[in-house]
Nanobody, 123 residues
Framework: QVQLVESGGGLVQAGDSLRLSCAAS????????VGWFRQAAGKERELVAG???????YYADSVKGRFTISRDNAKNTIYLQMNSLKPEDTAVYYC?????????????????WGPGTQVTVSS
């Protein structure tokens, strides 16, 4: 069993940066692909970035060039560096482990969801 906990969210102004962390405990997930999702109020949960066990990455078009996902297997942690934040990035951000095929963006393909961390970007 893997437990994930997100941290690093907060209230920032447009143009600022934040780095989110997703720390795993219970089992190492160095062999797992992991995704960062976000869910804004009244909207569906969407995959914004993913990283495979081999280091391949995926980014949603809305965050390409601004967000960077990385992993530190020694620390059992996945990071999401978010730069040039926009008000539309406001959401609760979650990390989860991919249980399906690499390339799936369906939340149903992911498991071990953390409780989430709130990111609020003011204009």
């Amino acid at each position: 069993q893997v437990q994930l906990v997100e941290s690093g969210g907060g209230l920032v102004q447009a143009g600022d940066s934040l780095r989110l962390s997703c720390a795993a405990s219970g089992r190492t997930f160095s062999r797992a692909a992991v995704g960062w999702f976000r869910q804004a109020a009244g909207k569906e949960r969407e995959l914004v970035a993913g990283i495979s066990n081999g280091g391949s990455t995926y980014y949603a078009d809305s965050v390409k060039g601004r967000f960077t996902i990385s992993r530190d297997n020694a620390k059992n942690t996945i990071y999401l560096q978010m730069n040039s934040l926009k008000p539309e990035d406001t959401a609760v951000y979650y990390c989860a482990v991919l249980r399906g095929n690499w390339g799936s963006r369906d939340p149903a393909s992911f498991a071990y969801w953390g409780p989430g961390t709130q990111v609020t970007v003011s204009s």
